[in-house]
């Protein structure tokens, strides 16, 4: 049996409308997603990190069925194709023109977004971040899948399990600017010199969430440290592409890889032995939650403080904790046992 989604997840995510430009300076058309009906004419827009990313799809897919249970008149996705730093700036504006009344972004770069951010607030607009945070001065809250150093720890366990704990390894990141991403490595770096001596990370490098650029970075990773005995990708994008690496070539079996992977993307090489166990949690209740969380906002149940709770419809109650952050749930590790119970 598979594990249960919030609801059908991956016909919502279908049914998403993505709009882009692709490019930063341009204009944003929007696309509506959806009409709900229910409850008010609050509209929520949700802009990912990246369009094109099929993380961001299921993810997107939970914030939709969020927004419709929520009682959001209508949701919409809008977004960049590619994550670099200011490519979200565009979007954010035409959403304060269109006085769009809550904001849920995965920003790029902690501060780049910062000013349209500003500016769509003193519209009147509500922030949620979720995925990867903006500087937390310009939003209101940001719900954050899991703890981050848990997010860190689940990985240097992984990987020293895996390469017999010790050996030279080495980290395929999203791009340099990614909040979420940098923070799990500081966390992860910190981990390997406390608990783990014999391990050494021998180099960093960013795929850029791109899936031919990834797919480079492991070859180049794999070329200039012979001696490698690991890489951790805490990128669903990235670990993917790697282990598409890693499978045809004669790395295979002797090169460990982990991270952060979706069940659905990373099954075949599961299932061929390039990967042994991974992690992730549910993606689909990140946006879930983050649509609940925008309605407690903009309804002026919860302004964001600490201690704030309110409701997450299917996901039961949920409390603000320090820093203006709302954890969602544990993650999994997913190997050749477990990993067809999962469907996303
Ligand atoms: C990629 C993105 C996203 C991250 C996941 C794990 O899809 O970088 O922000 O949360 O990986």
């Known amino acids: 049996m598979r594990t249960r989604r919030i609801l059908g997840v991956a016909a919502l995510t279908a049914s998403i409308a993505l709009v882009a430009t692709g490019c930063a300076g341009g204009g944003s058309d929007s696309g509506s ?70 904001i849920v972004i995965a920003a790029n770069d902690p501060d780049a977004v910062c000013s349209s ?41 992984l990987i020293s399990e895996q390469i017999g704990g010790s050996g030279e390894i080495a980290i395929l990141s999203a791009t340099a600017n990614a909040t979420n991403q940098n923070e799990w490595i500081k966390f992860m770096e910190e981990d390997l010199k406390a608990n783990y001596p014999d391990i050494k990370l021998v180099a960093t490098v960013y795929g850029d969430d791109d899936d031919t650029k990834s797919f480079q970075e492991a070859q180049g990773l794999l070329q200039a440290h012979p001696n490698l005995k690991g890489i951790i990708s805490p990128t669903t994008v990235g670990i993917a592409a790697t282990a598409r690496y890693l499978s045809t070539s004669d ?3 002797k090169v460990a890889l982990t991270g952060l992977g979706l069940p659905n993307e990373m099954r075949p090489f599961v299932k061929d032995d390039t990967v042994k166990a991974f992690a992730l949690w549910d993606p689909a209740q990140l946006g879930y939650v983050a649509a609940f969380a925008g309605k407690a906002l903009a309804d002026g149940t919860i302004t964001g403080e600490v201690g704030d709770k309110f409701d997450a419809g299917d996901l039961g109650e949920k409390e603000v904790t320090d820093g203006g952050i709302v954890i969602v749930g544990p993650p999994t590790t997913f190997t050749k046992d477990n990993i067809d119970d999962y469907d996303f």
């Open 117 to 157: 951010l500003e500016e769509a607030r003193t519209g009147g607009a509500k922030i949620v971040a979720f995925d990867s945070d903006t500087n937390p001065d310009c939003r209101d809250v940001f719900i954050s899948q899991v703890v981050a150093k848990d997010v860190a720890l689940i990985q240097t366990k």
């Open 251 to 253: 790395y295979k079996g």
């Open 33 to 102: 997603t959806s009409g709900s009906g229910g409850g008010g004419d609050q509209t929520i827009t949700f802009i990912p990190k990246q369009l094109n990313n099929p993380y961001t799809d299921v993810v997107l897919g939970g914030g939709e069925e969020g927004a419709k249970a929520a009682g959001f008149a209508s949701s919409q996705v809008v977004g960049p194709l590619d994550a670099s730093a200011s490519s979200q700036v565009s979007f954010i504006n035409a959403e304060t023109q269109a006085g769009t009344n809550v």
